[in-house]
């Protein structure tokens, strides 16, 4: 199970959660294209690696252009809907703007339909929480937590004038959630960055159990003497039990074709497995209704591949309609290591787990089938030199 835990020590916005993502390997052209399935235009986003008090953080940018619209709450729901992204995206940045709504609602005494968001309605605003939510869903998080907020106490210009921090509707946004006294006096935690977390979040407080794999810092736009403005991503998971098995969650992503030349299933195999989500491809021979033959294609992806999968599927079969779900794994723990043999190296993939009694090596097909056409030589013979190699390093 992968988790992501904000740790929040300086605080939180929406443009400091996305800078976390992308130091945290969210690629920007990656974000750049899935944004762009938002029905809006005008605008500019970039990042860049920056200093705060000696750390190297991740900076996110939009530049809005002409864009300086402020949108009520069926406005934004309707831009996110209208959008192309997947169906997971869209809810929970939906959710989020629903809870900013339901916040200054509150504040102003006023239906949330009737609220004009001010700071969070803009382009800018609009990218950070969805944008936010793209970067997730890529990173394939199964849970996320994030620490206990910091309690600044500031003056913010706001749009009804200045008020003491945290602001309105940021203490609304986290009611019920644990938070201590900062001793800063600058605005720590934005509406944006609150409503994120707030929706986001399984739990906020302790740090949850994780094996860490990387670790992001997102950046804010204060450069602070002696205190570094940024906000820590910390990416893990708690997969690994005592006897060594391993547990992720995967998707598994199926269709049945009964009207497709058997030529074109090897073009569509290599499509799929081209994709670098794809974990595995594989063809099930079925009779279809009225008996005719076909096929089920059978498409096993992480969790952040089931566009790319899909949009595959409908690009390069004659599929009509795709089915997906997601399903729990469970894995032997496996090391890869490089075989030297004479037939030159080989990628071999290790289980040793005493504990369960198993020990075990699996050559990789492609490098061993490469290694026969080049030599001249049987698949088997690279096999049996692979495993003699293994036995001698014993």
């Known amino acids: 199970m992968k988790r992501l835990y904000f740790d929040c020590f300086s605080g939180a916005s929406g443009d400091m959660i996305l800078g976390s993502l992308i130091h945290l390997g969210v690629k920007l052209e990656t974000l750049r294209s899935e944004l762009s399935k938002l029905p809006v235009r005008g605008y500019k986003i970039s990042a860049k690696f920056v200093d705060r008090s000696g750390i190297k953080a991740c900076k996110f940018n939009v530049t809005p252009g002409k864009d300086k619209t402020e949108r009520k709450l069926k406005e934004i729901r309707s831009i996110i809907q209208r959008s192309k992204l997947n169906d997971k995206v869209k809810k929970t940045a939906i959710l989020i703007f629903e809870k900013l709504a339901e916040a200054e609602a509150k504040i102003h005494g006023v239906k949330p339909e009737d609220i004009h968001f001010h700071e969070v309605g803009g382009i800018d605003s609009i990218v950070d929480i ?165 096929h089920i294609v059978k498409v096993i992806s992480k969790k952040s591949g089931v566009q790319r999968v899909t949009e595959t599927l409908f690009k390069e079969s004659t599929t009509l309609g795709i089915r997906y779900f997601e399903a729990n794994r469970f894995k032997l723990r496996r090391k890869e290591q490089i075989i030297s043999t004479r037939y030159g190296d080989i990628m071999v993939k290790i289980v040793n787990e005493p504990e369960l009694g198993i020990k075990r090596a699996k050559s990789e097909y492609q490098d061993c089938k490469s290694a026969a056409n080049r030599h001249k030589v049987t698949l088997k013979e690279i096999y049996d030199e692979v495993n003699r190699v293994i036995d001698r390093e014993k």
């Open 130 to 294: 969805v944008g936010s939510i793209i970067g997730i869903d890529f990173l394939g998080i199964d849970e996320i937590y994030s620490s206990a907020i910091p309690f600044s106490r500031s003056l913010i210009k706001m749009e009804h004038g200045r008020y003491p921090g945290p602001s309105p509707a940021v203490l609304e946004l986290l009611r019920g959630v644990e938070m201590y006294e900062s001793e800063r006096n600058e605005e720590l935690v934005t509406p944006s960055g609150a409503a994120i977390l707030k929706v986001i979040s399984k739990g906020i407080g302790s740090f949850p159990r994780m094996r860490i794999s990387k670790i992001g810092y997102g950046a804010g736009t204060r450069n602070l003497d002696g205190y570094p403005n940024v906000l820590r991503a910390i990416l893990g998971d708690d997969n690994i039990d005592s006897e060594g098995i391993e547990r992720d969650t995967v998707v598994v992503i199926e269709t049945n074709i009964d009207d497709m030349s058997p030529e074109a299933f090897d073009n569509l195999f290599d499509k799929l497995l081209l994709l670098e989500e794809v974990l595995d491809v594989s063809i099930i021979n079925a009779v279809m209704k009225r008996g005719r033959p076909g």
